[in-house]
């Protein structure tokens, strides 16, 4: 069976190469050699519609599949692959979870971050916890209207650029072990902070940190998910899996 773009989603994919080609080309090697944030680039994404092209209409976004979104990662990164991953995380991964599983208020609130190009990250790699995830020692215990959060997470894409940050913890109440869920703790929340950024091979412009939280005292409300909340949460990461992986596409296309 032959699969061709629609004319839509070709012109989505010219401008793109366009945007790219114009804008981000000649400055790719600066995020990497200097180790910084793009946000002059982030900018030119978000005004060009580039940033929440997943998030539905009701909420600013342009409900568009993901696939649409896919075809800018590609041709982005042939040029920059920084900005190819910021595309990926604005569209995919924790605002996807948000869009999902989220109630009216954290769509409302949280959307039009992204929209202005806030990269949400995911926070699950422990230092006792990468691949085995479940055995993660984050902790959120409810205390009267909040969750006191306490652990650390380390190789955090994104970690201290990022306003949204989705949590998973293992989530205490009543003195009980409920399972995994996740959390949505913003930057500048008291008892957040990041440390230690890693020295990476590449993708240098986006930082690799330390998430730590010590007594953070997060809004009971700013909990995601929680029943069945590991299995749906990775659920929804999986696109993000697919975005990374058209990344190393669109800088393989580019390099060949």
């Not at 005004?47 to 990662?73: C, H, K, N, S, W």
């Amino acid at each position: 069976m032959d699969f061709k773009l629609s004319d839509a989603q070709q012109m989505i994919a010219n401008l793109a190469r366009e945007l790219a080609n114009r804008e981000f080309k000649d400055k790719a090697a600066r995020w990497d050699q200097n180790a910084e944030y793009p946000y002059e680039n982030v900018d030119k994404l978000a005004q060009a519609g580039f940033t929440g092209m997943t998030i539905p209409e009701e909420y600013g976004g342009q409900g568009r599949p993901v696939i649409d979104t896919l075809l800018v990662v590609e041709e982005i990164a042939k040029v920059c692959g920084v900005t190819a991953r910021i595309v990926v995380e604005t569209n995919m991964g924790a605002i996807g979870a948000i869009m999902a599983y989220g109630t009216e208020e954290h769509k409302k609130k949280y959307a039009p971050y992204v929209l202005k190009g806030d990269k949400p990250c995911i926070a699950i790699t422990e230092p006792e916890a990468g691949t085995a995830a479940t055995d993660m020692k984050t902790r959120a215990v409810l205390d009267g209207d909040s969750y006191i959060v306490n652990g650390r997470k380390h190789w955090i894409t994104g970690g201290g650029v990022s306003f949204i940050n989705l949590v998973f913890a293992r989530i205490v109440q009543d003195g009980q072990d409920k399972g995994i869920g996740g959390i949505l703790i913003d930057k500048g929340t008291a008892g957040f902070k990041v440390g230690k950024v890693e020295n990476a091979m590449g993708l240098c412009g986006i930082p690799e940190a330390e998430l730590l939280f010590e007594d953070c005292r997060v809004p009971k409300d700013n909990l995601l998910v929680l029943k069945d909340g590991f299995k749906r949460l990775m659920s929804a990461y999986n696109a993000q899996r697919v975005g990374a992986a058209t990344v190393a596409l669109g800088i393989a296309a580019g390099a060949f």
